[in-house]
C-alpha cells in the first residue's frame, strides 16, 4: 500500500556524510576562487576550481540518492554552497570586468526578490515552494557559462571559443533564470491572496 510518504524524499540527521563532505569542500573553495580570480589572477586555476565545483555539485547529488545519505544538513547546505558560488564568481567578475553590472544586478536582483518571499510560506508555517526544475537547468547554463567566459579571458587558442559558448550559456542561462523566478514570485503572491497568514504569526494587536 503506497502513501504519500512513499513520494516525499526522506532527509536523515546524519551530518558525516559523503555528499556532505563534497558540500563542504566546495565552501572552503568558495573564498580560495576569489583569491585566484582577483588576487592572483590566475585564471587556469580559478577555471578548473569552476569546473571541479560543478562536477562535485553534479556529483554529490548523485552520491545522496545512491548511498541513501540525503540528510537534512545536506537539503540545506548544497543550494546555499550554489548560491555562494554563483554570487561570489559574479561578484569576481563584476571586478574584473568579464560581466556587465547590468547582468549582475539582474541575477542577484532576482534571488534577493525570491529570498523575500520566503516570508510569505513561513508567516503561513508553509514549506519553501517546490523547486521547479527549470530553475535548475538556468542554474546549470549560469554555471556552465561563467567557467566559458573566464576561458575567453585567457591567453589560448579556444579563448574565442570560450567567449562565444560562455556568451550563449549566458543569455540564455539568465533569461530563463528570470523566467522561472517569475514563476517562483507569482506562487508566493498566489499563496498571500489565498492562505492566511498562522494565528501565532499575527502580530497586529
Known amino acids: ?37 582577483l588576487a592572483e589572477k590566475a585564471d587556469g586555476w580559478a577555471f578548473a576550481l ?19 545519505q540525503s540528510s537534512k544538513l545536506g537539503a540545506i547546505l548544497d543550494p546555499l554552497v550554489d548560491r555562494l558560488y554563483l554570487l561570489a564568481t559574479l561578484g569576481g567578475f563584476l571586478i574584473r570586468g568579464i560581466l556587465p553590472w547590468w547582468v549582475v544586478l539582474i541575477l542577484v536582483a532576482r534571488d534577493a526578490i525570491l529570498t ?4 510569505i510560506y513561513k508567516r503561513r508555517d508553509l514549506p519553501p515552494p517546490e523547486v521547479i526544475y527549470l530553475g535548475k ?12 567566459l573566464l576561458a575567453g579571458q585567457m591567453d589560448w587558442a579556444a579563448a574565442g571559443f570560450g567567449r562565444a559558448f560562455g556568451g550563449a550559456f ?4 539568465t533569461a530563463v533564470y528570470v523566467w522561472t523566478g517569475i514563476l517562483y514570485l507569482g506562487k508566493a503572491l498566489a499563496v498571500a491572496r489565498v492562505i492566511p497568514p498562522a494565528p501565532h504569526h499575527d502580530h497586529s494587536r
Not at 50 to 68: E, I, M
Not at 116 to 119: E, F, H, N, S
Request: glycine share 6%; aromatic share 10%.
Open 1 to 37: 500500500m503506497t502513501t504519500e510518504r512513499n513520494a516525499e524524499p526522506v532527509y536523515s540527521d546524519r551530518i558525516l556524510t559523503v555528499p556532505n563532505v563534497l558540500s563542504l569542500v566546495r565552501l572552503i573553495g568558495v573564498p580560495v576562487f576569489l583569491w585566484l580570480l
Open 50 to 68: 569552476l569546473v571541479a565545483s560543478g562536477f562535485t555539485d553534479f556529483l554529490d547529488g548523485k552520491l545522496a540518492r545512491l548511498l541513501d
Open 116 to 119: 523575500l518571499t520566503l516570508g
Open 137 to 148: 537547468a538556468a542554474t546549470f547554463a549560469l554555471m556552465s557559462a561563467l567557467p566559458w
Open 170 to 173: 549566458l543569455i540564455w542561462g
